[in-house]
């Protein structure tokens, strides 16, 4: 079985760029959470869409949006970048209950100059 | 709001030593606790999952004990390798409303296991 699949693996932008990534779930899962990771604040969570719908925003400002595709498929954007937005940025997937396990892909590097 | 704390911060040991990390959180309200592990540049593993309502599971050489009540937890690993060197994360789902992809995470503990 695949695993979470995040594009791309590395991203170099310049600040007031926008940025667009994408994660692919493990097959049959319908719910995909995002997570910024930085050495100060460590894993903070940014939003978790469910078939289609978002079910929970973490915070942070507006310039961080996300949307679900019906194949539960998930991209996030970024407007507007800023220097501190320079992180790893995780992507999870799981059926979607409070029993199952998050499963994380391996991360979109995102540098900011 | 919740809080999740891990200590050590980082431990150095040698290959075959038991060792116990360590998971403290503020609110017991949880629906589970989550063990990863985060090589360097690389995404989350999974490690173990305990559900509220247990008081451990294993998987392999890895043991994972929960005290909600006591807002705890501990990770217990057997005969370290170096292999096991990582960073080891715990993470909460916090219980009410539907959102079980949101966790909170501890800064992890960086596991050094030398030769």
């Known amino acids: 079985k695949a695993g979470v699949t995040q594009t791309p693996r590395y991203l170099i932008k310049t600040r007031g760029q926008q940025v667009t990534l994408s994660c692919s779930p493990i097959?049959?899962?319908?719910?995909v959470s995002w997570y910024q990771q930085t050495p100060g604040q460590g894993l903070q969570f940014l939003f978790e869409y469910f078939s289609e719908t978002q079910r929970n925003k973490g915070n942070f400002p507006g310039r961080f949006s996300g949307r679900q595709f019906s194949n539960s498929r998930s991209e996030m954007n970024v407007s507007t970048l800023e220097l501190g937005d320079s992180a790893l940025y995780l992507c999870?997937?799981?059926?979607?209950?409070?029993?199952?396990?998050?499963?994380f892909g391996n991360g979109t590097r995102l540098t900011v100059t | 709001k919740q809080e999740v704390t891990q200590i050590p911060a980082a431990l150095s040991v040698p290959e075959g030593e038991n060792l116990v990390l360590n998971c403290s959180f503020t609110d017991s309200a949880i629906y589970n606790l989550q063990w990863f592990r985060q090589d360097p540049g690389k995404g989350l593993t999974s490690l173990l999952l305990?559900?509220?309502?247990?008081r451990e599971q294993t998987s392999g050489r890895l043991n994972a004990s929960l005290d909600k009540s006591s807002g705890r937890s501990t990770l217990y690993i057997a005969a370290s390798q170096p292999g096991d060197s990582a960073t080891y994360l715990c993470?909460?789902?916090?219980?009410?409303?539907?959102?079980?992809?949101?966790?909170?995470f501890g800064q992890g503990t960086i596991l050094t296991v030398h030769p």
């Open positions: 999870a997937s799981s059926p979607g209950g409070a029993r199952s396990p998050l499963h």
């Open positions: 993470a909460v789902s916090q219980a009410g409303g539907t959102s079980y992809g949101k966790l909170t």
């Open positions: 305990i559900q509220s309502s247990q």
């Open positions: 097959s049959g899962h319908r719910s």
